[in-house]
């Protein structure tokens, strides 16, 4: 079964605009897994909008399974993942302008920075996705950076308007997992995912991992995150079962 990752960005979203001490991050990741959750993502952003270096100490040894750590390629923040060692960083753009993560990371254009941030991370025991648009040239540069996997941004495909721009972006996706694996890769994908269009994305053959956030903490808020969790868990179910056997 493909693992579902989920961000809880935006439990601290909603902690940071009171600067109180809830909802708590680290309960809202324990109800997560109860729900069925595999992983536990947060950004640990440089501006610190909402995951706080805390939160990321506090659930370190509070999820057993998967604590991915999106962060900016930089120094500042590579220290701390190096110290707390979360199973997985993933490394993508940040700026601070933008409401979320705009894009994949340019990798052809910043391999050196990258490359020595990835090699940091390894060194520290820490598995390095690199969180690329589905272009086969970034594919192959994370590759020869030596990263362990490739987050696929599921961007454009989520916000496609016709059903010829759906079929498209789809399309680009298959390549992308397709080449990403034929290089040893392995292959995540997320931004934007909801739960009427994470199907098609999770019957891709080759995708090992969805980060959603948004969509299932926005559902969480109406119903509790336990069931929201196995919400989706149960739509990406309908989508991994219509893979070739």
Same mark, same amino acid.
């Given at each position: 079964m493909i693992r579902l990752g989920v961000n809880i960005?935006?439990?601290? #979203? /909603?902690? &940071?605009a009171r600067?109180? +001490?809830e909802p708590d991050p680290v309960l809202a990741a324990l109800l997560a897994m109860l729900g069925g959750a595999d992983g536990i993502t947060v950004h640990l952003r440089e501006d610190r909008?909402? +995951? &706080?270096?805390?939160?990321?100490? %506090? /659930?370190?040894p509070v999820v057993p399974s998967r604590l991915n750590l999106e962060m900016a390629a930089v120094d500042a923040i590579a220290d701390i993942a190096c110290d707390v060692k979360p199973h997985e960083a993933t490394l993508v753009p940040e700026r601070r302008q933008e409401l979320t993560t705009e894009g994949g990371l340019d990798v052809l254009a910043?391999?050196?920075g990258v490359g020595r941030i990835v090699e940091r991370l390894r060194g520290?025991?820490?598995e390095v996705s690199l969180f690329i648009d589905p272009d086969l040239r970034q594919i192959e %540069?994370?590759?020869r950076l030596n990263a362990n996997a490739v987050e696929i941004q599921t961007a454009r495909y989520s916000?496609?308007? #016709?059903a010829e721009a759906l079929t498209d972006e789809l399309q680009l996706l298959h390549e992308a997992t397709a080449c990403a694996k034929g290089l040893g890769l392995h292959v995540h994908m997320g931004h934007g995912l909801?739960? #009427?269009n994470v199907q098609d994305v999770a019957a891709i053959e080759g995708v090992e991992e969805l980060n959603i956030g948004h969509s299932i903490v926005a559902r969480a808020v109406l119903i509790g995150m336990e069931r929201a969790v196995r919400e989706m868990k149960e739509a990406m179910r309908d989508g991994w079962e219509r893979r070739p056997r």
């Open positions: 960005d935006h439990v601290a #979203t /909603l902690r &940071q600067r109180a +001490i909008r909402h +995951i &706080q270096d805390r939160d990321v100490r %506090a /659930l370190r910043n391999e050196s520290a025991g820490v %540069a994370a590759r916000e496609a308007r #016709t909801n739960y #009427t």
